[in-house]
């Protein structure tokens, strides 16, 4: 199993269309969880931690099911602006790493 | 703040060459790592350090080495550059270790023809 794996996309949605992507981690030691937001020829940046209470920033919800591993972003009312590729990553498991998804490339179509 | 920087942006080498990226942070932050970013492959994590005078390797660590003579700055050097280096580079920063979140510089795109 792959450490973190996520959709493998790409998705293609119209504008104000909710999408959901999800991840699974397979180190039941991890002990932080984020997503990370990309855009083309350009560094990952934070778009938001994960809790395991969930927790939604706008538009933005993310969800975490530690017994099944798994790890959730969804985006409501999407805006053209949101077309990146969308980064799973999680933490912890060892003192310095963090462990990055592949990636799942959204795209929102006017 | 200028937070994470890289120099250079742009680097196009021919095999054999040597050339070393720099990254620089103004966030007094102990950690400081390096990755590779390749199309279908994802980051991974060249070499890292904890602290000034300190590193470490990460998961692709061969043909690369490290140097973090001041807690700011952290050096990549490719002693004979390879085309399987030809990738996208990426510097992060992190006030800690153990999972906590890493800020990103710009990025540099090395060519090894």
């Known amino acids: 199993r792959k450490e973190v794996e996520q959709d493998p996309g790409p998705f293609n949605v119209p504008e104000g269309a909710t999408v959901a992507f999800n991840c699974t981690y397979s180190?039941?030691?991890?002990?932080?969880f984020f997503w990370y937001r990309q855009d083309c020829r350009k560094e990952p940046k934070l778009l938001m931690s994960?809790?395991?209470s969930g927790n939604e920033d706008g538009r933005f919800t993310a969800q975490l099911n530690r017994a099944s591993q798994y790890i959730s972003l969804l985006i409501r009312d999407s805006k053209l602006s949101d077309s990146a590729t969308y980064l799973c990553?999680?933490?912890?498991?060892?003192?310095?790493?963090?462990?990055f998804g592949k990636g799942t490339l959204l795209t929102v179509n006017p | 703040n200028a937070g994470v920087t890289q120099t250079p942006k742009f680097r196009v080498l021919k095999t054999g060459q040597s050339m070393t990226l720099l990254c620089a942070q103004d966030?007094?932050?102990?950690?400081m790592y390096w990755y590779r970013q390749d199309p279908g492959m994802g980051l991974r994590l060249i070499h890292y350090?904890?602290?000034?005078?300190?590193?470490a390797k990460g998961e692709v660590p061969d043909g690369y080495n490290v140097s973090r003579l001041k807690k700011q700055n952290f050096l990549l050097g490719l002693e004979s550059a390879a085309p399987s280096q030809t990738s996208v580079y990426f510097c992060?920063?992190?006030?800690?270790?153990?999972?906590?979140?890493?800020?990103f510089g710009p990025g540099t795109r090395l060519t090894v023809l």
């Open positions: 992060a920063s992190s006030p800690l270790g153990g999972g906590v979140v890493q800020f």
């Open positions: 180190n039941s030691a991890s002990q932080s």
């Open positions: 994960v809790y395991s």
């Open positions: 990553v999680v933490g912890g498991g060892s003192n310095y790493k963090l462990t």
């Open positions: 966030m007094n932050h102990e950690y």
């Open positions: 350090s904890v602290g000034e005078g300190t590193t």
